[in-house]
């Protein structure tokens, strides 16, 4: 998800300079965002954050510019609700431009939103360019974002005379687990939660790991049993060749910039692939869409078409992975280690410094053991066991990933005392049966949302919507607007 998104989103946006060259240590900077006339006016600030919530003695004594959006336009003052979006793995700036709903929803309830930055993502760097070394990157964990936000709700209340003003927490995919947690963690703070596909039980290794790429499959199988079909036949001749070592055939087939030389280079190809496909079912809107790179409407009928249409499998193959890496149409050749960058999330963590911090995460708390095997899915056996995570993990970041953690700290699947939690998922999204699919109780609802992909409810409003997500955005209002009134009456209530 990432630079898009991520969740395990992959991004497909090379390093920026910006990030690169580190933050700029103003402590508030107004910005208004050059967005279309439709866009919500969103400021950007700074907020002087703790380094460490839960050490008052370490590496983390201090404070770090955390960044948010903030925009009143639809507040009603003193008393409408604060809608709080929990940042996750990226920019903070890729979430708020693509989650028009929220502020569409702050306009019918008079609400003050707020898209707060994840630590270490985007201008948000604790320990600025020095953020991903040892210790220093040791803060970077579920725990700390929470708190972030919770101090960061409480602050910015008492600054804009909010105290009796009702939160309620969005956010999609890993930020969808967030908005679930601070509901779990902080329900003194926050009184409800819409977490919008968001695989809270499959990255605290409840559930199979085939079911990823499975439900990836299904996508293009649903399309058509033969465009799935030619996806396979298309990996096999991809591994024939491998095996005969047809190492410059497999340059020319995929115009690589350079001929891969080992079963290593092929299994890159065979990633970088297979991420292309993981990316089109991720975001398999009925319009285009610029989120994660550039997408056309439909990614995976017009990824089919590609893959039926052209002169062989193997041209078609290339060309499938041209809609999400060569969108521009001006890549020469595919830079294998450059356009996909192989880490802990075998659903990708992008590029950048984001995807540094994304698999740091993927190597601690956050279980992301997916596997491809070629009979329940479409692509090459590629799996990734919790023992390769470990080597991978400790090599890497000099970490030991706890696989267990993550259930016991946000409760697992033993939900039931929790409440005023939606939980949204679209039949399209691979992530969705990660999640939670079926209510819980009469205040932990689960909705499908039938041909919706990757929290395509969380978008603004657009006339290709199918009529499923014009529905759960309804009663996803109507909730929300419940759970602002309850909320209000016992922040009233309390002195
Ligand atoms: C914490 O910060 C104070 C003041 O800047 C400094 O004197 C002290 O050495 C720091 N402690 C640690 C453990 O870094
Ligand atoms: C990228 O797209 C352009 C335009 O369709 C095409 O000419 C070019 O060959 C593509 N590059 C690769 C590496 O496939
Ligand atoms: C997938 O399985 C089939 C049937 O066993 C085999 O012929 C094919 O080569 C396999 N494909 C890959 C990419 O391993
Ligand atoms: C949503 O769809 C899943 C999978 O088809 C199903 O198991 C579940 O019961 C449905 N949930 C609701 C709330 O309709």
Redesign the pocket.
Not at 83 to 88: A, K, P, S
Not at 310 to 315: F, H, I, K
């Given at each position: 998800m990432r630079r898009v998104v991520s969740l395990f989103a992959v991004t497909v946006t090379l390093f920026r300079a910006d990030v690169l060259h580190g933050v700029p240590f103003t402590h508030v900077t107004p910005r208004k965002h050059p967005g279309g006339q439709n866009e919500p006016q969103f400021e950007e600030k700074f907020f002087s954050q703790t380094r460490d919530h839960f050490n008052f003695n370490s590496v983390g004594n201090g404070t770090f510019n955390q960044r948010y959006l903030i925009t009143d336009e639809h507040w009603t003052k003193g008393s409408g609700p604060v809608f709080f979006y929990t940042g996750n793995e990226g920019d903070i700036w890729d979430f708020a431009l693509n989650s028009g709903f929220i502020t569409e929803l702050a306009a019918q309830q008079g609400a003050l939103v707020i898209f707060a930055e994840h630590r270490y993502y985007g201008s948000s760097l604790p320990f600025g360019k020095d953020s991903f070394g040892v210790p220093q990157v040791g803060l970077l964990t579920v725990e700390q974002a929470l708190a972030d936000y919770a101090v960061m709700i409480v602050d910015l209340k008492q600054q804009l005379a909010a105290a009796d003003c009702p939160v309620i927490v969005f956010g999609g995919s890993y930020g969808g687990m967030l908005s679930v947690y601070m509901r779990l963690k902080y329900p003194n703070v926050v009184g409800g939660a819409l977490a919008a596909s968001a695989p809270i039980l499959s990255t605290a290794g409840l559930g199979d790991s085939r079911q990823f790429f499975r439900d990836v499959t299904a996508d293009f199988e649903g399309v058509s049993p033969e465009c799935s079909d030619a996806v396979r036949g298309a990996f096999h001749q991809l591994r024939e060749l491998a095996e005969r070592q047809a190492y410059s055939r497999i340059q020319s087939e995929f115009a690589l910039c350079k001929p891969p030389s080992s079963a290593r280079d092929v299994r890159q190809l065979n990633g970088l692939l297979r991420n292309a496909f993981t990316l089109m079912a991720m975001l398999d809107y009925p319009y285009s869409t610029h989120f994660w790179g550039n997408m056309p409407a439909d990614p995976v009928k017009v990824a089919c078409e590609t893959m039926l249409s052209g002169p062989d499998l193997l041209t078609n193959l290339r060309d499938t992975a041209g809609i999400v890496y060569n969108s521009t149409g001006a890549l020469s050749c595919f830079d294998l280690y450059l356009l996909y960058v192989e880490c802990a999330d075998p659903t990708g963590c992008g590029l950048g410094f984001d995807s540094l911090a994304w698999d740091y995460q993927a190597c601690t708390e956050i279980d992301l053991c997916y596997e491809s095997n070629n009979v329940t899915d479409m692509f090459p056996p590629m799996s990734f066991t919790e023992k390769d995570r470990e080597l991978y993990c400790s090599k890497r970041w000099a970490v030991v990933p706890r696989p267990d953690w993550l259930k016991v700290q946000f409760w697992g699947d033993a939900l039931s005392t929790a409440s005023n939690i939606i939980f949204s998922n679209g039949?399209l999204d691979p992530w969705a049966n990660g999640g939670v699919?079926?209510?819980l109780s009469s205040s932990l609802i689960?909705?499908?949302i039938s041909g919706g992909a990757h929290h395509l409810d969380l978008r603004a409003s657009n006339e290709a919507d199918p009529e499923s997500v014009v529905s759960a955005r309804k009663m996803e209002a109507e909730l929300i607007a419940q759970w602002v009134k309850m909320e209000k009456t016992r922040l009233q209530k309390t002195p």
């Amino acid at each position: 998800m990432r630079r898009v998104v991520s969740l395990f989103a992959v991004t497909v946006t090379l390093f920026r300079a910006d990030v690169l060259h580190g933050v700029p240590f103003t402590h508030v900077t107004p910005r208004k965002h050059p967005g279309g006339q439709n866009e919500p006016q969103f400021e950007e600030k700074f907020f002087s954050q703790t380094r460490d919530h839960f050490n008052f003695n370490s590496v983390g004594n201090g404070t770090f510019n955390q960044r948010y959006l903030i925009t009143d336009e639809h507040w009603t003052k003193g008393s409408g609700p604060v809608f709080f979006y929990t940042g996750n793995e990226g920019d903070i700036w890729d979430f708020a431009l693509n989650s028009g709903f929220i502020t569409e929803l702050a306009a019918q309830q008079g609400a003050l939103v707020i898209f707060a930055e994840h630590r270490y993502y985007g201008s948000s760097l604790p320990f600025g360019k020095d953020s991903f070394g040892v210790p220093q990157v040791g803060l970077l964990t579920v725990e700390q974002a929470l708190a972030d936000y919770a101090v960061m709700i409480v602050d910015l209340k008492q600054q804009l005379a909010a105290a009796d003003c009702p939160v309620i927490v969005f956010g999609g995919s890993y930020g969808g687990m967030l908005s679930v947690y601070m509901r779990l963690k902080y329900p003194n703070v926050v009184g409800g939660a819409l977490a919008a596909s968001a695989p809270i039980l499959s990255t605290a290794g409840l559930g199979d790991s085939r079911q990823f790429f499975r439900d990836v499959t299904a996508d293009f199988e649903g399309v058509s049993p033969e465009c799935s079909d030619a996806v396979r036949g298309a990996f096999h001749q991809l591994r024939e060749l491998a095996e005969r070592q047809a190492y410059s055939r497999i340059q020319s087939e995929f115009a690589l910039c350079k001929p891969p030389s080992s079963a290593r280079d092929v299994r890159q190809l065979n990633g970088l692939l297979r991420n292309a496909f993981t990316l089109m079912a991720m975001l398999d809107y009925p319009y285009s869409t610029h989120f994660w790179g550039n997408m056309p409407a439909d990614p995976v009928k017009v990824a089919c078409e590609t893959m039926l249409s052209g002169p062989d499998l193997l041209t078609n193959l290339r060309d499938t992975a041209g809609i999400v890496y060569n969108s521009t149409g001006a890549l020469s050749c595919f830079d294998l280690y450059l356009l996909y960058v192989e880490c802990a999330d075998p659903t990708g963590c992008g590029l950048g410094f984001d995807s540094l911090a994304w698999d740091y995460q993927a190597c601690t708390e956050i279980d992301l053991c997916y596997e491809s095997n070629n009979v329940t899915d479409m692509f090459p056996p590629m799996s990734f066991t919790e023992k390769d995570r470990e080597l991978y993990c400790s090599k890497r970041w000099a970490v030991v990933p706890r696989p267990d953690w993550l259930k016991v700290q946000f409760w697992g699947d033993a939900l039931s005392t929790a409440s005023n939690i939606i939980f949204s998922n679209g039949d399209l999204d691979p992530w969705a049966n990660g999640g939670v699919r079926k209510s819980l109780s009469s205040s932990l609802i689960a909705i499908n949302i039938s041909g919706g992909a990757h929290h395509l409810d969380l978008r603004a409003s657009n006339e290709a919507d199918p009529e499923s997500v014009v529905s759960a955005r309804k009663m996803e209002a109507e909730l929300i607007a419940q759970w602002v009134k309850m909320e209000k009456t016992r922040l009233q209530k309390t002195p």
